[in-house]
């Protein structure tokens, strides 16, 4: 069997950071990925919102350097989780579990400035070049 996704996108939301009961980091947040595309003479855009969690060093990374807007690159594999309710109902969610991660540089709008990547929202930040043994590229 093969299950392997690559993502380009946006982060949603800041990264939650959270610990299990052994230690381990575990990250999560949502990803926004868009497709342009042109339907007769229009062009369409479609929004594609996905959760990704992210685990061990990696997840430590993600809180620290990730927030809200920023751009990534997520390699790792589709998961389901299924749960039911106190009331009963049975309920599932898709998942993306990251298993490398690269940063991206955030676009230069028209007319600003060019000069170093702004990742926090202060000051010439550049967060390191984070990615695992795998290269997607």
Not at 80 to 97: A, D, I
Request: with cysteine; proline share 6%.
């Amino acid at each position: 069997m093969f299950n392997k996704v690559i993502l380009i996108g946006n982060l949603t939301r800041d990264p939650e950071l959270r610990y299990t009961p052994q230690g381990t980091s575990v990250c999560n947040f949502g990803l926004a990925v868009n497709r342009k595309y042109r339907q007769a003479e229009e062009m369409k855009e479609e929004v594609t919102f996905i959760n990704i969690v992210v685990f061990g060093k990696q997840a430590d990374t993600c809180g620290q350097y990730l927030s809200k807007g920023s751009p990534v690159l997520i390699e790792g594999r589709l998961r389901e989780n299924r749960w039911e309710t106190p009331e009963g109902q049975k309920r599932s969610r898709h998942e993306v579990v990251a298993e490398t991660f690269k940063f991206l540089p955030k676009k230069q709008s028209a007319g600003s400035g060019g000069g170093g990547m702004n990742n926090t929202g202060g000051g010439d930040f550049m967060p390191p070049d984070e990615s695992t043994e795998i290269e997607p590229f």
